[in-house]
């Protein structure tokens, strides 16, 4: 199904880092930097992955690096930003704080997508999960509206695409209970 489709990698890491207090995609895990578990999670499948950020300090990736076209609206901005400037079929969204993300996953979810605007994860517990998720191009215009009324919640979205939801379960090979384990803090990282 890829074979004829240009897909992008979206590596969201424009946030503020506020609840870690240093810049979250370069805290150091178990000796690689977060967000090079994101990058490594989705680039088998990418044929560009893309950086969503505001600083310079991802220049060592040696990736673009896509800066918010409208500042401060959360991952809805960055993953805006990025559609709007690198044109593909299909884009794959990672944020740059889940170290558990698995390649596996995605592999399961692009081969959902068919004729839906997005495939997005539900985990054992019920909760969707958009920044793990993959997007067609026909997610731009609905994320460009949203922008444009001021709605930057990622869940509001979802209830304007049609979207095909993913369960997760235990008895997925690639299955742990940390798979979409968001870093938030140094806490979440090395108290689970
Ligand atoms: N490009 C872009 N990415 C964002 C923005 N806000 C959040 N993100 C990214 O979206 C993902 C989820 O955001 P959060 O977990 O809230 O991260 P954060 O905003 O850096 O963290 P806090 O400041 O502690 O809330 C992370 O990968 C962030 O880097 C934004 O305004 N622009």
């Not at 704080?97 to 605007?117: A, G, Q, R």
């Not at 969707?128 to 509206?145: D, F, H, M, R, W």
């Amino acid at each position: 199904m890829l074979e004829d489709k240009k897909v992008f990698g979206i590596v969201l890491s424009g946030g503020k880092s506020s609840r870690m207090g240093t810049e979250k995609g370069l805290v150091t895990w178990n000796n690689k930097a977060l967000i090079e578990y994101a990058i490594a999670a989705i680039s088998p499948f990418c044929d560009q992955v893309i950086i969503s950020s505001n600083k310079d300090c991802y220049s060592y990736l040696k990736l673009p690096v896509v800066k918010d076209i409208i500042p401060d609206c959360g991952p809805l901005g960055g993953v805006y930003s990025v559609m709007k400037k690198h044109v593909a079929d299909i884009y794959i969204v990672v944020s740059c704080d889940v170290p558990y993300i698995k390649s596996e996953l995605y592999s399961d979810l692009l081969s959902n997508l068919d004729y839906k605007d997005a495939v997005v994860p539900v985990d054992e517990s019920g909760r969707k999960q958009p920044l793990t998720a993959v997007y067609g191009k026909s997610s731009l215009l609905y994320l460009e509206n949203e922008l444009l009324d001021g709605n930057y919640k990622m869940m509001s979205l979802l209830n304007l695409l049609e979207v095909e939801y993913y369960e997760i379960n235990n008895n997925l090979p690639y299955y742990s209970p940390n798979l979409f384990l968001n870093a938030n803090s140094l806490e979440d990282l090395f108290n689970h």
